[in-house]
Antibody, heavy 124, light 107 residues
């Protein structure tokens, strides 16, 4: 059974860097069958896609966050990490990692497995 | 970016009711539309992919339809465990965007 688990600080100061890790169990993140993503949800608001990483095919970013986001991968620990720089209160959100698969109808992206999410608050 | 809107933003319904939620895209997205269910404090759960495909393990009372810019999610007979927020997501192009959600609560 695939499981994803986010970890990282729950409180980050403004202008600093938010760093989160997603540990995957039950599958290898180096598998070329799947991509891996970060998605966030500000309190009381809708979901916002941040970035998707393909182990074999590169990374694609939301244009609104592109300049502040970096991803890294540690295949030995089967985890991938998100860094978001220069945070402000607007970055306060629950951050989810998710597996991005292709749907069987049209081979378009779907987010079929999600971590439980971790709340990150940006405040001094 | 493709903007996703939903209506209504919330609705009250009773167990056994038929519920329909609408999602609209700001441009044509063919059938590249997914639906998720989210309960308070939990991660979203994929219900429908490709506008009408039922994700494995999801009850058949959930169905989806539509193409182009207009889509619907229907729950044929609302069950107690279906009280939740439902959102749509387009997979036509990046950035992938989600609708704001429709909260279904108990009448």
């Amino acid at each position: 059974q695939l499981q994803l688990q986010e970890s990282g600080p729950g409180l980050v100061k403004p202008s600093e860097t938010l760093s989160l890790t997603c540990t995957v169990s039950g599958d290898s993140i180096s598998s070329s069958r799947y991509n891996w993503a970060w998605i966030r949800q500000p309190p009381g608001r809708g979901l916002e896609w941040i970035v998707t990483m393909s182990y074999s095919g590169g990374t694609y970013y939301s244009p609104s966050l592109n300049s502040r986001v970096t991803l890294s991968v540690d295949t030995s620990k089967n985890h991938f990490s998100l860094n978001l720089t220069s945070v402000t209160a607007a970055d306060t959100a629950v951050y989810y990692c998710a597996r991005q698969s292709l749907d069987p109808l049209a081979a378009r992206p779907i987010f079929d497995y999600w971590g439980q999410g971790t709340l990150v608050t940006v405040a001094s | 970016d493709i903007q996703m809107t939903q209506s209504p933003s919330s609705l009250s319904a009773s167990v056994g009711d038929r519920v329909t939620i609408t999602c609209r895209a700001s441009q044509s997205i063919s059938t590249y539309l997914n639906w998720y269910q989210q309960k308070p404090g939990k991660a979203p759960k994929l219900l429908i992919y490709g506008a009408s495909g039922l994700q494995s393990g999801v009850p058949s009372r959930f169905s989806g339809s539509g193409s182009g810019t207009d889509f619907t999610l229907t729950i044929s007979s609302l069950q107690p465990e279906d009280f939740a927020t439902y959102c749509c997501q387009q997979s036509h192009s990046t950035p992938f965007t989600f609708g704001p959600g429709t909260k279904v609560d108990i009448k």
